[in-house]
């Protein structure tokens, strides 16, 4: 049974990334932060939660978000050789893309989640930000699980994962905690 | 050595209290789910991690924190029958308190850090909220931990711990993390 799993890392302040976020510097000012994680750690645990994106089906990201890191993804997109389709939610195709990668360019959170989900056939879908693909995701109801990798830092400024909505409290249950001193992950699932 | 640690109950969109806070309903509308951990749970380390509290040697309290909490307070404070000190952080002192009661009113942040400090001898001070107590203190680099109970729950809306800041990131270090079905506690020491 696919599963729609928002996974996001994010300052205890509750920013994505740290303020003055651009093409050469994606998370920002200092931004990098909240990757170390992922990138500088020597805790095996850390390594065995970044290794499950390659057992993703599909990922589903923004266009800011995929603007950014382009650089960094190339044809391959986030998981590498692992070569995971993303789902690139977008008004508007760009106009250029690598040779032979593994993007698919669509409008609207229904048909992204319905093309992820042809996509992925039994494994579970990654929805990655921007904070307003979050938003939109959330608000659909179309998450079963949230999984905050909390990074001990406070940024003071930067984009913020929760703007706010108006449709009543989110009841979370709490499914799973690892615990390191790069961050402490947290995974939800959303009680529907 | 005495420290100073900030301590609070936060929604993982972190807000303190849910919409609507008022003196019938501290922590807004449904905002009583940010403290089932302390009173509503069945888990031994909810219970601990509570009973800390009467080993502090005193609490500051911002005035809008005391005027919604002094009902169920009492003369007694937070801590009950432990009677620890609190100081009530406000421009003038109200016109009426409880006989018999716990609280010293001060005006500044530093003025209150100074008093804790003189009311603790050697014991922890703990800065209770609210938000803009926090950021003072904060900002005044008068804190030294800060101890997040992190809620699973989206509130979409109330009043948030963190309204940013303007002085560069604040580096963290994960000193404990206890994770319960009710919240996960993660306290932080703010690196100097």
């Given at each position: 049974m696919t599963k729609t799993i928002f996974d996001i890392s994010m300052s205890l302040d509750g920013y994505i990334n740290a303020q003055n976020p651009r093409p050469e510097a994606g998370l920002g000012d200092g931004g990098e932060r909240l990757h170390e994680w992922a990138?500088?750690?020597k805790?095996?645990?850390n390594r065995e939660l970044l290794a499950r994106g390659a057992s993703l089906g599909a990922i589903i990201s923004g266009r800011t978000n995929y603007d950014l890191s382009l650089p960094f993804w190339?044809?391959?997109?986030?998981?590498g050789p692992a070569r995971v389709p993303i789902v690139v939610?977008?008004?508007a195709s760009p106009k250029e893309s690598p040779a032979n990668h593994v993007y698919t360019?669509?409008?609207g959170v229904q048909t992204a989640a319905k093309k992820a989900s042809e996509l992925a056939r039994d494994k579970?879908?990654?929805v990655m930000g921007g904070a307003d693909t979050f938003q939109q995701f959330l608000e659909a109801g179309l998450l079963d699980e949230i999984s905050i990798h909390l990074v001990p830092v406070l940024f003071g400024g930067g984009t913020r994962l929760f703007e706010g909505f108006d449709s009543g409290h989110i009841m979370l249950e709490i499914i799973e905690v690892v615990n390191t001193e790069e961050a402490v992950h947290v995974r939800y699932r959303v009680v529907k």
């Open positions: 990138f500088n750690s805790d095996e645990r190339g044809a391959d997109g986030p998981t939610l977008t008004h360019f669509v409008d579970d879908i990654a």
